[in-house]
């Protein structure tokens, strides 16, 4: 399906802008965090969410987007990377109050906060910074595994507490490791549903959306950064490799466990 059809597919919205947003760089820091509880939430029936999933293979990704937002409401968070923002339109437009969570690890590149600050300008966000409860170290050298469970996969947790269902960006065309991604899932891990609704998307859906919306790209991808985190852990990669080649480069780890 090409993005040309799945932009159709979405109503026409105007962008809206927030005056006088503040920096990430002044943004205030989260309270210690406390040892995350069991979640109590049911474990939903996994048979209809792979239903649910199946259905929506060969849908708009919009319909996804939608369906999460009226089944879940305000138990549904946007988890935001900060590398571009298609997910973000799509997502805003169906529902516009939907809380955005972006996780400032301490070690992102100062172009991915500016431009995560103009996108809460532009889009007025409900969004939540994350703070990890350690100081900037050197771990990451010897503990990326470690560094990453710290900065990221402990504050999204206390993030996603009292949720019933999170949303992604993640997409099967970006690593080996997320071939077999589902749209729609149960993430035991995280007691809760799991919705990437451009799980089926390759890059020239992302870029074909993106241009057709007019939206702002991330100031390192004409760099060639592709998939793009902190930057002690993240390269360009070449035009042969996939999109997450350029993270952890020169080890065997290519994903950080927010997925698992």
């Known amino acids: 399906m090409s993005s040309a059809n799945l932009s159709r597919s979405l109503a ?19 309270p210690p965090l406390a040892p995350v509880a069991a979640r109590a939430h049911e474990v939903p029936d996994l048979a ?9 293979e060969n849908a708009p990704a919009s319909s996804v987007v939608a369906w999460a937002w009226e ?69 990451w050298k010897t503990d990326p595994d470690g560094c990453c469970q710290v900065r990221k996969i402990d504050p999204l947790a206390h993030a996603l507490e009292g949720k019933s269902a999170w949303m992604t960006g993640l997409r099967r065309s970006e690593a080996p490791t997320r071939a077999k991604a589902p749209i729609v899932s149960y993430d035991v891990g ?33 760099q060639g950064y592709v998939s793009i985190g902190c930057w002690p852990c993240t390269q360009p990669v070449g035009d042969d490799e996939h999109a997450r080649a350029g993270r952890w480069a020169g080890t065997d780890k290519i994903e950080c466990g927010l997925h698992g």
């Open 48 to 56: 209809e969410l792979a239903e649910v999933s199946k259905s929506f």
């Open 71 to 139: 089944r879940y409401g305000d138990s549904l968070v946007l988890a935001m990377s900060g590398q571009d923002c298609v997910l973000l339109d799509m997502a805003i437009r169906v529902a516009l109050d939907i809380e955005v969570v972006f996780l400032d690890t301490q070690y992102h590149f100062p172009e991915t906060l500016e431009y995560v600050e103009s996108l809460r300008e532009r889009y007025s966000l409900n969004l939540t910074i994350t703070h990890p409860e350690v100081e900037p170290d050197d771990r």
């Open 12 to 30: 026409a919205t105007e962008d809206t802008s927030a005056a006088g947003a503040r920096s990430l760089a002044s943004e205030l820091r989260s």
């Open 190 to 222: 995280k007691g809760l549903v799991k919705v990437n609704p451009l799980a089926t998307w390759t890059d020239l859906d992302v870029e074909g959306y993106g241009r057709d919306r007019n939206l702002p790209v991330h100031p390192l991808r004409e």
